[in-house]
C-alpha cells in the first residue's frame, strides 16, 4: 500500500489493524532550521497551533509528554526511538509510531511525516480516533511558516 500526497495535502489509508496518515511539505529554510523546531520541546506550542504542551527533553530514548488540541483532556507519553540529526525523528507508544524525515531539497528541506497506529486492540480503539488529516496539515504549515521566518 502506498501513501501519496501533495505538498502540504495530508491522505490517511486505513487497513483492518491499522491507519496510516502521511503527508509531505517542502520547506524553504535548511534542515538544521527545521530540525531545531523539531527538537525543541517547549517551544512546541509557540509555533505549533496543533500542541497544547510538549513536556521534556526530544532525545533518544527519552519519554516526552504531550498534550494535543484533538484531546486536551488526555496527556500522550511518547518515546524518542529515532533521532538522526537533521534527519530522522520518530516517537512511538504502544500503539502510535509517528516518523518525520528530512532531506535536503534545492533551496530547502522537505519534510515527511507518516503516523501509524495499530495492533491487535486498533478494530476495538479505531471509532475513538478523530481524523488527523487537518492537524496533519496545520502542524506541516506551522512548520513552514516558523521555519521560514527564521530564514527570511
Same mark, same amino acid.
Given at each position: 500500500?502506498? !501513501?501519496t +500526497?501533495?505538498?502540504?495535502? %495530508?491522505?490517511? @489509508?486505513?487497513?483492518?489493524?491499522?491507519?496510516? =496518515?502521511?503527508i509531505a511539505?517542502?520547506?524553504?529554510?535548511?534542515?538544521a532550521?527545521?530540525?531545531r523546531?523539531?527538537?525543541?520541546? %517547549?517551544?512546541?506550542?509557540?509555533?505549533? +497551533?496543533?500542541?497544547?504542551s #510538549?513536556?521534556?527533553?526530544? %532525545?533518544?530514548? +527519552?519519554?516526552?509528554k504531550?498534550?494535543s =488540541?484533538?484531546?486536551?483532556? $488526555?496527556?500522550?507519553?511518547?518515546?524518542?526511538?529515532?533521532?538522526?540529526? *537533521? &534527519? $530522522?525523528l520518530?516517537? %512511538?507508544? &504502544?500503539? !502510535?509510531?509517528?516518523?518525520?524525515? #528530512?532531506s535536503?531539497? &534545492?533551496?530547502?528541506?522537505?519534510?515527511?511525516?507518516v503516523?501509524?497506529?495499530?495492533?491487535?486492540?486498533?478494530?476495538?480503539?479505531? $471509532?475513538?480516533?478523530p481524523? !488527523?488529516?487537518? *492537524?496533519?496539515?496545520?502542524f @506541516?504549515?506551522d512548520?513552514? $511558516?516558523?521555519a521560514?521566518?527564521? =530564514?527570511?
Amino acid at each position: 500500500m502506498s !501513501l501519496t +500526497s501533495s505538498d502540504g495535502v %495530508a491522505s490517511t @489509508t486505513r487497513t483492518m489493524f491499522s491507519q496510516s =496518515t502521511r503527508i509531505a511539505q517542502q520547506i524553504d529554510a535548511d534542515a538544521a532550521t527545521v530540525w531545531r523546531l523539531l527538537t525543541t520541546a %517547549a517551544e512546541y506550542p509557540r509555533w505549533n +497551533s496543533t500542541v497544547v504542551s #510538549l513536556g521534556g527533553q526530544i %532525545a533518544l530514548g +527519552s519519554t516526552i509528554k504531550l498534550v494535543s =488540541t484533538l484531546d486536551q483532556s $488526555r496527556t500522550f507519553s511518547l518515546k524518542v526511538k529515532e533521532f538522526e540529526p *537533521n &534527519a $530522522r525523528l520518530t516517537f %512511538a507508544s &504502544a500503539m !502510535l509510531r509517528r516518523t518525520c524525515s #528530512l532531506s535536503g531539497e &534545492a533551496g530547502g528541506t522537505r519534510v515527511e511525516i507518516v503516523e501509524r497506529i495499530g495492533g491487535p486492540f486498533y478494530p476495538f480503539v479505531a $471509532r475513538m480516533i478523530p481524523p !488527523l488529516e487537518d *492537524n496533519f496539515e496545520r502542524f @506541516t504549515a506551522d512548520l513552514k $511558516r516558523a521555519a521560514e521566518a527564521v =530564514t527570511h
